[in-house]
């Protein structure tokens, strides 16, 4: 059974930073995909960032030069260094990480991020 979980979250300035981490552990084949996912409060879930095996990186319009995604296989541990917090990155964000054989994609249960302004 693969669980996955993220750090806590917190409450922060905006022009702060801040670093996620989400652990995936219990499987027993690789971790393809790790994804970071947020949702605001009455807006949709939006991906911020994706980081594949190979270190392929991809990032959501809205945090691309603030946000940087990466991930430390060893430890089956992915994270998010967020800076320039702006009031709109508030959301609970939550990771999710692909398992191709079989195919499944596992969540964590959300950590808020709260930027004040």
């Known amino acids: 059974q693969v669980q996955v979980g993220e750090s806590v979250g917190g409450l922060v300035q905006a022009g702060g930073s801040l670093r996620l981490s989400c652990t995936a552990s219990?499987?027993?084949?690789?971790?393809?995909?790790m994804h970071w996912y947020r949702q605001a409060p009455g807006k949709q879930r939006e991906l911020v960032a994706s980081i594949s095996s190979a270190g392929t990186t991809n990032y959501g319009d809205s945090v691309k030069g603030r946000f940087t995604i990466s991930r430390d296989d060893a430890k089956n541990t992915m994270y998010l260094q967020m800076n320039n917090l702006q009031s709109e990155d508030t959301a609970v964000y939550y990771c999710?990480?692909?398992?191709?054989?079989?195919?499944?994609?596992?969540w964590g249960q959300g950590t808020q991020v709260t930027v004040s302004s």
């Open positions: 219990g499987s027993s084949t690789p971790i393809d995909v």
């Open positions: 999710a990480a692909v398992v191709l054989s079989p195919f499944d994609v596992h």
